[in-house]
């Protein structure tokens, strides 16, 4: 009975010395998002004087992903500049621009 018992305690002692504790840490991608709302009906987003994405009609429903930081955005319909603004972007954040 000793010997049934002392094995039992045993493989108690062994198998609880076995699991370990993991942790694990993960880092989200950092990008953030600018948001349009008004008539987008031509107009022509230009992020930083290099990225330029023609708009279509249903442009309030989605989303323009950029890195964060600093960012000049720019929008022009038919070469008449209709917005100019300079945003700080944070991880993770959605800015809306305006059209008027």
Do not use: W
């Amino acid at each position: 009975m000793k010997k049934i018992l002392f094995i039992f305690v045993s493989t108690l002692v062994f198998s609880s010395c076995a699991t370990s504790y993991q942790e694990k840490i993960e880092n989200k991608e950092e990008k953030a998002f600018i948001k349009m709302s008004g008539n987008c009906h031509g107009l022509i987003l230009d992020i930083d004087d290099s990225t330029k994405i023609k708009m279509a009609e249903n442009c309030n429903k989605k989303l323009y992903e950029i890195s964060p930081g600093n960012h000049t955005i720019k929008v022009y319909k038919a070469d008449k500049m209709l917005v100019n603004k300079t945003l700080l972007m944070s991880n993770r954040t959605t800015e809306e621009v305006v059209v008027p």
